[in-house]
Each structure stands twice: as C-alpha cells, then as structure tokens.
C-alpha cells in the first residue's frame, strides 16, 4: 500500500513539475518573441506609418486625394504586405503564442483591406469627407492594436512576465519583457 502510495505521488509530482517547465518555455518564448519579433514589426510599423501620416497630411492640405490614392497603392500596401510576411514568417511553438502573432496578422490583412475600400472611395468623394474618413481610418487601426495589447497583458499575467524599459542608441524608450522575480 506504501509502495502505491509513493509511486501515486511521484507521477502527481512528475507532472506537477512538467507543467511548470512547459510555463517556464512558454514564459521563454512569449519574452523572446516580444523582444527579438515583435520590437522588430512594431519599428517597421512606425517608420512606415511616420512618413505615411506626414504625406497624407500634406496631400490633404494641397486637396490632392489622387496623391494620397497613390501613395496607398504604391506605398502603403505593399508595405503591410512586407509586415504581414514577416510576421508570418516567425515560428513559434506554444498555441496561445500562435494565436496572438495570428491576431496581429489579422489586424494587418483588416488594415490592408480597409485601405483597399479607401482606394476605391477616393474617385467618389470630396477632399473634406476623405479627410474626415482616413482619420477615422487611423483611429480605427489603434483600437484594433489595443485588443492585442489586452492579450499580449494577459498573457504576460499568467506567465509572470514584466516590463522593463531600455533605451536604443537614440535614447529613445523601448519596452522589453523579462521575468518576474520571484
């Protein structure tokens, strides 16, 4: 009865402790994948979207929404086409990792989309309403972004993960992840 007793145990233990080194691997990638991956996407986005709010301010201005039509053909899809292939490109192994890269995925292909019907507006509205409708645009993609921050929280809860900030060459503020102390 002892011996049963022990051997119960120590399979309930084995498996204790293979749960807590699976959580320990995931807490590994979500960490890699936020530093090494995501900081990576998110540099990209913003350079991209730097110089691309600059020029639609500025054809706004001039009421050239031919410029702007332009630019979102030539500029602007392609290069969420380049984000998206990068982000496909990343290999992760944990599901609930999976699952947060393909959200941000989504969330590209949904602004890819929406620029398309934008596109197709351009010929058909006045330089006013287009102003109005390609700020809505832009407000739109941050809300999108902030359902995955909410997950990409989430996640850094339930696997002990925090911020930190570092700073690049620039001085400027990047947020890393790291693991709790415990």
């Known amino acids: 009865m002892k011996k049963a007793l022990n051997m119960v145990l120590g399979v309930v233990l084995i498996i204790l402790l293979t749960g807590c080194l699976k959580d320990s691997d995931v807490t590994d990638e979500l960490i890699?994948?936020?530093?090494?991956?995501?900081i990576t996407y998110q540099v990209m986005k913003e350079n991209n979207i730097e110089s691309e709010m600059s020029a639609i301010t500025s054809f706004l201005l001039k009421d050239d929404l031919q410029a702007i039509k332009t630019l979102f053909e030539e500029d602007v899809l392609p290069n969420i086409d380049e984000l998206v292939n990068y982000l496909e490109g990343i290999e992760l192994e944990n599901k609930e990792l999976k699952q947060l890269n393909q959200?941000?995925?989504e969330i590209e292909l949904s602004m890819y989309d929406k620029y398309e019907e934008l596109i197709e507006?351009?010929?058909?509205?006045?330089?006013?309403?287009?102003?109005?409708?390609?700020?809505?645009f832009y407000i739109l993609?941050?809300?999108?972004?902030?359902?995955?921050?909410?997950?990409?929280?989430?996640?850094?809860?339930k696997y002990d993960v925090k911020w930190i900030k570092e700073y690049d060459e620039d001085g400027n503020t990047i947020k890393k992840m790291q693991k709790k102390d415990n």
């Open 121 to 136: 507006e351009i010929d058909n509205k006045n330089a006013k309403k287009m102003e109005v409708k390609i700020m809505n």
């Open 141 to 157: 993609g941050e809300e999108q972004d902030n359902e995955f921050d909410e997950k990409r929280e989430k996640l850094m809860d």
């Open 32 to 38: 890699e994948y936020h530093n090494n991956y995501w």
């Open 103 to 105: 959200l941000q995925i």
